[in-house]
């Protein structure tokens, strides 16, 4: 097993620096006179709403952009980094939400990968065991022989760490790493990134979970608008002075519960609903002006009851009525063509078309309406109605032929749901509609979701964010492993009591 490596004493001065570095894109400036400076030893946080600059800052840390101006400094030296082959020889290295592994490989084929590419190994008693040594380093139990194609989330982002360590890494940056991640989940990669810290790695930790950064965090970097804003211990910030020099602006209205403009209008009735291997016994009626939230942990099928509402994945029992008449959508265009919406968890595969501009993006779902008599796209009303959107949305991007791909994370969120408003459903059903983006972005779309309701719409919203299904919900299912456990009025519902429904430890006849 590799010997732990002995932190550095606070005197030591940092593994890599960022001095007064600016990087422009065309007419666009991502960032203007960054500094940081990262010491061995310490899990250093960098905040920022989507947009502040984060993603550039690490592609230029990993070589993957080169800056405008100032300089990168390893070990005091200044260095130019063609590429990410270049920032590896320095030891900098990064994971990402999404992990890359090779699924038909085991782990420590995968751990290697880089090192040894595609071709036979010709000493595998040797490679297992130096798998084994790095997995141990950062305090994992997992199979280096096991097929990477079954593993956990959490354990796929354990394998690129343990191939960060192969290649002697001394600045490690982690951006999202749990934003898919259960909570167990988390708390085991968090703990991995103090144990390199320990050894004397410069973790470089990016989250928009603030509770994390007041977990894990020594040291605390706050950007807007790509430029630095402060650097402090942890000990000395505060959740809302760090959301403050976020976002610029208070956002008082953040995780706060809104009046409930819940009418007595049913729009959707479901009775012992269920689909085959996914849930069953689902009920509930939601009213218009409601907000209904659902709530469970990872598995608990929360989705596969939207994907059944939408038509995506069709019930095989129960009943559901919509504005008081039988439904049964087998398909997403008969749930759109009955005014129902579905807004999905995974904006990059399933919500946009990340190329295509930002008008094409907000009108593709109500094409039809914007087509000429020879089937041709009127330009002249899709702009209009891409830059309406684009004001009342506070979409922020010099025009709307900006591809959606160049958007933060906030801003594709609010063009995806754009798109949706669009078609003026009665019902949003949204999956985790804030996961991935910043604090300001996500009362953004808080505000929008009790706008939509408050006009008349009914919203249910699935998230794995507790203090967010409280804050949104006017009533709370709870869900565990495909079954409805119950349901709580808003002035019932807890962490504490949603977590003991979730987990079993407690039941409710749940029908609405």
């Not at 509930?284 to 598995?299: I, K, P, Q, Y």
């Amino acid at each position: 097993m590799t010997a732990p490596v002995s932190a550095p004493p606070p005197s030591a001065g940092p593994v890599l620096a960022l001095r007064h570095i600016s990087k422009s894109f065309g007419m666009t400036r991502a960032l203007s006179d960054m500094s940081l400076s990262l010491f061995p030893g310490e899990v250093h946080a960098v905040v920022g709403e989507n947009g502040a600059g984060k993603s550039t800052m690490i592609k230029i840390m990993t070589g993957v952009h080169q800056p405008s101006s100032g300089t990168l400094e390893v070990d005091g030296v200044a260095l130019r980094l063609s590429g990410t082959k270049d920032a590896r020889q320095a030891g900098i290295a990064a994971i990402y939400q999404e992990p890359m592994v090779f699924p038909d490989l085991d782990v420590a084929e995968n751990i290697f990968i880089s090192a040894t590419g595609l071709g036979l190994v010709q000493n595998r008693a040797a490679l297992r065991s130096r798998a084994r040594s790095l997995i141990d380093r950062i305090g994992m139990t997992l199979d280096v022989d096991r097929i990477a194609a079954g593993l956990t989330l959490a354990e796929q982002q354990a394998v690129e760490i343990a191939r960060a360590l192969s290649q002697d890494v001394r600045v490690l940056i982690m951006d999202e790493p749990t934003a898919s991640l259960s909570d167990h989940e988390a708390t085991q990669l968090r703990q991995i990134a103090r144990t390199l810290s320990g050894q004397g790695v410069a973790v470089v930790y990016i989250s928009h979970r603030l509770e994390e950064i007041f977990d894990v965090a020594d040291r605390v970097t706050v950007i807007r608008d790509g430029q630095h804003i402060s650097t402090r211990p942890v000990a000395e910030v505060t959740p809302d002075g760090m959301i403050g020099e976020m976002v610029g602006r208070e956002v008082g209205n953040y995780f706060t519960k809104a009046p409930s403009h819940t009418r007595p209008e049913v729009m959707l009735s479901v009775q012992n609903l269920g689909c085959a291997d996914a849930f069953e016994g689902i009920s509930l009626d939601l009213h218009a002006g409601e907000v209904l939230c659902m709530a469970g942990l990872v598995g608990a099928r929360r989705t596969d009851v939207a994907l059944s509402l939408f038509g995506i994945q069709p019930a095989t029992s129960g009943q559901v009525a919509w504005l008081g008449q039988p439904f049964h959508a087998t398909s997403p265009a008969q749930a759109i063509e009955a005014g129902i919406a579905y807004v999905s968890e995974d904006r990059r595969k399933l919500g946009l078309a990340l190329p295509m501009a930002i008008r094409a993006n907000i009108t593709l779902a109500t094409l039809n309406a914007i087509l000429s008599r020879l089937g041709l796209i009127d330009r002249a009303a899709e702009q209009g109605i891409a830059e309406s959107f684009r004001k009342r949305l506070n979409i922020r991007t010099p025009d709307v032929e900006t591809s959606v791909g160049m958007l933060s994370g906030g801003n594709q969120q609010k063009v995806m749901l754009a798109k949706w408003l669009e078609m003026r459903p009665r019902l949003l059903i949204f999956d985790e509609p804030t996961r991935g983006i910043d604090v300001g972005a996500k009362a953004e779309v808080h505000d929008l979701i009790r706008t939509f309701v408050k006009e008349g719409g009914a919203a249910l919203v699935i998230s794995s964010d507790l203090p967010e299904v409280l804050a949104l919900g006017d009533r709370i299912l709870v869900m565990r492993e495909g079954r409805q456990m119950g349901i709580l009025d808003h002035d019932d519902a807890t962490q504490e009591t949603v977590m003991r429904l979730a987990t079993g430890a407690t039941s409710l006849k749940g029908a609405a």
